[in-house]
């Protein structure tokens, strides 16, 4: 089985795993725009070090290429780790982040997220360019 027909997708209002991707449906050639990635943006995921998101990475594939190309991973790395033990620590990292880019033209963007024992999920949106 390839790695491609393991990636799980759903509604992201009934799925607290999916990737959601908010940014613009339309955007300027060549000029900077925010894509913010989330996990569990309706049902809130669990942070912890039993149960956490690991990195969510975003990918671009221009309209008509052959290839997809890799914008960037994000990595949350703390998840309640201490010396105390198990989620007694200080720090944790919220598994959301605003990416900035820019493209030269549409297409569409990927993203994928690693939940620790859920496995691997994907969602997408399409954006145009004006
Ligand atoms: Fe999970």
């Known amino acids: 089985m390839g790695l491609g027909e393991q990636l799980q997708s759903a509604d992201w209002k009934a799925e607290k ?4 991707i908010d940014c613009p449906d339309v955007v300027k050639a060549d000029q900077i725009f925010k894509v913010e990635l989330s996990v ?3 049902i809130a995921h669990p942070n912890s070090v039993e ?4 990195w969510i990475a975003l990918y671009f594939h221009p309209d008509g290429d052959k290839f997809t190309y890799q914008v960037g ?23 959301a ?7 030269n033209q549409p297409g569409t963007l990927h993203s ?7 496995g691997l999920w994907e969602d997408s949106r399409k954006i145009a360019v004006e």
Do not use: W
């Not at 149960?51 to 690991?54: A, L, P, T």
């Open 17 to 20: 795993h999916v990737p959601v």
């Open 40 to 42: 569990g943006k309706e």
């Open 51 to 54: 149960h956490h998101i690991r």
């Open 73 to 95: 991973l994000f990595e949350f790395n703390a998840h309640g780790e201490s010396v105390k033990g198990v989620d007694q620590g200080p720090v944790y990292t919220h598994h």
């Open 97 to 103: 982040v605003t990416a900035q880019m820019q493209v």
């Open 112 to 118: 994928m997220s690693l939940c620790n024992i859920h």
